[in-house]
């Protein structure tokens, strides 16, 4: 079954490389984006998000994260443009944060990070015929990741933060029906573009990676309830508290990163 990793001492991204050699390949991700060495290249048009037809289906705790998945049956909840040429369909989205206090995003912006980092994770299912295909295809993923810092209440996350009781327990699954992501959008959708990878295990080079410039704001009394999750299951003993789960930046390797307007 799935090789065991985590974020511990043991089994921390430190470790990965041992069961994914991948992890010291050539494109991974994150990295720490730097605006001033970042090109700005006209050619990158704006990026469209057509989540108005979105199906959410449920919400559940995988052991490393939450995460919300979809129904991505047919191209109702797409992301195109940008670097992009073809739609991306909405497949899930998930979230990595630090521990109280301490930031956790994966992505770092000139050597600063923020509190936590939102990715909504799209497949090309014009070039492949399911997901696990294209998470394996250079070009077959499209992240879009959304950067989180504390301040006020975040008007619409307690959707979200008020379902989180339900799947405390690692493998915990409730239903999560009616959610549309684009609430959790910032004003601007201006960017920046990269190739990369996973940043968990399996570690697949297969994403094109678009970082919103502008982060969200969200509550430290909204963040707090992240971190009641746990990474443990509800048999085992140890209750472990699901917190900074985030890989550091990992390097560049000659990458360029483009920047839109
Ligand atoms: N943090 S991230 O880069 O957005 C990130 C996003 C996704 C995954 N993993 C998956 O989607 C798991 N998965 C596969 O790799 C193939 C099928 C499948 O379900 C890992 C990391
Ligand atoms: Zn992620």
New binding site residues.
């Given amino acids: 079954t799935g090789k065991h990793w985590g974020y511990g001492k043991e089994d921390g991204p430190s470790i990965w490389h041992k069961n994914f050699p991948v992890a010291q390949g050539s494109r991974q991700?994150p990295i720490d984006i730097v605006p001033l060495q970042a090109s700005h290249d006209s050619s990158l048009g704006p990026i469209v998000l057509n989540y108005d037809h979105c199906t959410s289906l449920n919400i559940y705790n995988n052991g490393h994260s939450v995460v919300v998945e979809f129904d991505d049956t047919d191209d109702r909840s797409v992301i195109q443009g940008g670097p992009l040429d073809n739609p991306y369909r909405l497949k899930?989205f998930?979230f990595?944060w630090g521990g109280k206090g301490c930031h956790g995003s994966?992505h770092t912006v000139a050597g600063n990070s923020y509190a936590s980092e939102l990715?909504l994770?799209h497949w090309d299912a014009i070039k492949y015929r399911s997901?696990?295909e294209a998470?394996t295809a250079s070009d077959g993923l499209a992240?879009l990741g959304i950067f989180l810092e504390t301040g006020d209440d975040h008007r619409w996350l307690h959707t979200i933060t008020d379902a989180l009781y339900m799947v405390k327990y690692k493998a915990s699954v409730t239903d999560f029906k009616g959610f549309n992501p684009k609430c959790l959008l910032p004003s601007s959708l201006h960017y920046w573009t990269y190739p990369g990878?996973?940043?968990?295990p399996?570690l697949?080079e297969s994403?094109i990676w678009i970082v919103l410039k502008e982060p969200i704001t969200v509550s430290e009394k909204q963040l707090g309830k992240f971190r009641m999750l746990l990474f443990s299951g509800e048999e085992e003993d140890q209750r472990i508290r699901m917190e900074n789960n985030f890989r550091p930046p990992q390097p560049l390797k000659g990458r360029k990163v483009r920047s839109s307007n």
């Fill in positions: 991700s899930q998930h990595h994966e990715h994770v997901f696990g998470a992240v990878s996973l940043t968990t399996p697949h994403v």
